[in-house]
């Protein structure tokens, strides 16, 4: 399967994909890997020779010309599949239309808990025990999507933001990475609310 990351950050997510990406066997590439902002995921893109493209809001007359004009430098990629990976902005209407059911993201919280971009220190200041990795599908809201898989995460009584971040992001690497495989290659089904990925019954 073809497959573009979105990424905003660090990249520590998309660099996992690229490795996973690299083993044989593998049942997807990734063939592009697309930035709202200059960042460290632009490196680890160069780093694997895989093309990139930058789509920054603010060289955009508003959202709605940035949304077509991400839409577009997507879809020149023919992607089976959209991983969304610390993309730090809300996909628009224009991207759904054309991607909507095919696009993956993940959420360090175990989701319908702690949604937003500030998933991690909301678990740490509300006192959980236990928070985790969700990965799910993108539909019109914020974090909002059919659940594809969730792993759970301790909390420590000393951790702080990085360290917490960091174990959950260790548990989104590998689920993330074996997820994509899955959806790769059985599919997705959902019924809107629900989303299974069929089992492989050989
Ligand atoms: C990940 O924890 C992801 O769940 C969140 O942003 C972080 C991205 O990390 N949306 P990185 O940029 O891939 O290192």
Redesign the pocket.
Known sequence: ARIVVL????????YSLLDAARTDGYPAQIVAVGVDRVCA?QEHADVAGVSQFKVALRDYADRGEWDRALTEAVAKHEPDLIVT??FMKILGTAFLERFGGRIIN???ALLPSFPGAHAVPDALAYGVKVTG?TVHLVDGGVDTGPILAQEPVPVLDDDDEAAL?ER??VV?RRLLVDVVAAVATRGVVSDGRKAVIPSDRT
């Open positions: 990424a905003s950050g660090a990249g520590s997510l998309l995921a990976a610390g993940t959420h360090p990795s971040h959950i992001k989104e």
